[in-house]
């Protein structure tokens, strides 16, 4: 693609021991983040986690309790957000319904004072960029929900700003246009360069779009590492729950047959349910409590004593509720989490210890 | 489906024949009567034509009040809408004992305005009134503002603007609530200040309100005129007589009713003209939601 709106770099955003209170109740717990310049990097959590908090301490629409916020090699945690160079979209767009889509997207070149011809030629750039030419003598009333997303996108991309902060753009979208705006929104930040910071609730709109996943979870970062990666090598349990969809097993040691002794009740195994497949020495022995045909697949719902369960397997066979089954998994996807540190442990040779069959 | 023209009749009755007796008839009534002369004794109305109306263009009086009224409105109206607005912005701050200053704001409203009146008169007293005693302090002479011919209006209109603007600002405040808060943020990433915000955002969302209190202020400024039979009476020399007052003294001080119906027309018209002229003046500009 080729335009004027690519700028040279996004800049990084780096947070340093951030904490906030309202009143009593602490939002975010120490939050110590570094976004890469030019990068994809997307927040997510269950509600109630921090993201949106730690986005607007960002952007400045919130003050820290302690610590510091930096863009670039600037610190800005006590500028205003008019003063930190960056752009944001709102969840529901914010945008200024008295002004036409064109005032609307020039609002930040008219604060600036920008020149008017300089705005024209930039107007006309983002519009076209955006497929927002026809429309841009309405009023946002008149638009549908994914035009008024682009013209909230315009607005946010026309002003060149380094650094682009994202609050769940997509959630106020039907799903169909959800994956078409995801689609478009990555290919902007890849185009134009700037640094996003994409705060989200939707595992898929993170693992799809980022180049780095921050997971949060009650006001603390949990990990912080590419999508491959996280899915690969959750860190901690919550992480391994929360990535993935039908979420990952976590069973304990004892829900294993011949299991190994002198296990530590605090270690939880942790298997995906796609990579369990049937195996007549298996070590998990299991009865059938439910089954729902996905077509390709089917999942399973099981269980092994006390413990329930789920298993993805390609959908040839029949299931029935009540069949008994063994499964296994190769050893390269049995992750190990210690419960006391809620923690990832390393240790390839226990591992394969729940992988194997018992014999 | 036919008896619902009925049904619709129906239902309009109650409020309908309400306007009808206390509004449209009085007004119809009142533009007759303006055409005939006034029943002295035992001397019956008879048919005036437009005499009445030649009688109010050669009336000096009438000259008087309508400027005094014009003026009165060109005091009052912008001034207690901004003082509204600025407040309304105040109060709609987070800061400490805001319910305390909104229901301070507010408390002018909920007094009757003899009430009103009556408070400001001790305000304007000479010699001992509030402000001879906080002027005294300064070696100033001693004021009298309610009885001198050119500044008598002006007391008068400090009291409107003190007892409206805190009805206005809840408006402004109510409708300063609906605007959504991340507009504000989104503004202010954008780089707005206050001002700017204030300017291209807040008061363009702001303008069917506007047009609201405005309409309302210029029919309270012909309207409003309990005051000033407690203030001055109208006086000195008419300095402080408004236009409704004027009607009332007509109509019931000299009892010259044909007069003050004549009189009462020319109040209508205005209140309409302006009514009308404000609804297509500000309608290109207003944004409704």
Known sequence: ?359 | MQRNWIHAWLLLSPAFVFLLAFTHIPAVTTLWNSLFTTPRGRRPSRWAGLENYETLIADPIFWKVLSNNIWFALGTIPTSIAIALAMALWVNEKLAGRGFLRMAYFTPTVLPMIAVANIWMFFYTPGFGLIDQITGRFGLPQSNILGQPDTALWGVMAVTIWKEAGFFMIFYLAALQTIPPSLIEAARIEGAGPWTIFRRVTFPLLMPTTLFVSINAVVNSFRMVDHIFILTGGGPDNASSLLLFYIYEVAFRFWDTAYAATLTVILLAILGLLAIGQFFLFDRKVHYR
């Open chain 1, 1 to 359: 693609m080729k335009h004027d709106l690519a700028q040279a770099t996004g800049q990084s955003v780096t947070l340093t021991g951030v904490t906030k209170f309202w009143g009593d109740t602490q939002s975010l717990r120490g939050i110590d983040l570094s976004i890469p310049a030019g990068k994809f990097t997307a927040i997510l959590g269950p509600s109630g986690c921090g993201k949106s908090t730690t986005l607007r301490a960002i952007a400045g629409l919130e003050t820290v309790t302690d610590g510091a916020v930096w863009i670039g090699d600037r610190e800005v945690t006590a500028l205003p957000p008019a003063k930190r160079n960056l752009s944001m979209v709102f969840q529901n767009y914010a945008l200024f319904p008295h002004l036409s889509v064109a005032e609307n997207i020039i609002f930040g070149l008219k604060v600036e004072r920008l020149p008017s011809a300089e705005r024209k030629k930039r107007l006309g750039e983002v519009a076209e960029l955006l497929e927002l030419t026809p429309y841009l003598d309405r009023k946002p009333a008149a638009l549908s929900g994914g035009q008024q997303q682009r013209v909230a996108l315009g607005r946010a991309v026309i002003s060149r700003r380094p650094v682009c902060l994202m609050d769940e753009p997509l959630s106020n979208l039907d799903a169909r246009l959800r994956d078409e705006m995801r689609r478009e929104i990555r290919r902007l930040q890849q185009a134009l360069g700037f640094t996003m910071v994409y705060v989200t609730h939707d595992q898929t709109e993170a693992i799809t779009m980022a180049d780095q996943v921050v997971l949060m979870n009650e006001g603390r970062i949990e990990q912080v590492a590419a999508p491959q990666d996280i899915y690969r090598r959750p860190a901690t349990p919550f992480a391994a729950r929360f990535i993935g969809t039908p979420p990952m097993n976590l069973l304990p040691a004892r829900a294993f047959v011949g299991r190994p002794d002198g296990i530590p009740d605090s270690l939880l195994i942790g298997i995906r349910p796609e990579v369990l497949s049937l195996c007549d020495t298996g070590p998990l022995a299991a009865v059938v409590k439910a089954v729902e045909f996905l077509g390709a697949d089917t999942l399973l719902e099981l269980s092994t004593g006390a413990h329930a369960f789920l298993a993805k397997l390609p959908g040839a066979r029949r299931f029935a509720p009540g069949d008994a089954l063994r499964l296994s998994a190769r050893p390269e996807d049995i992750h190990l989490f210690d419960t006391n540190t809620a923690a990832r442990v390393e240790d390839p040779a226990l591992a394969s210890l729940f992988a194997q069959s018992a014999t």
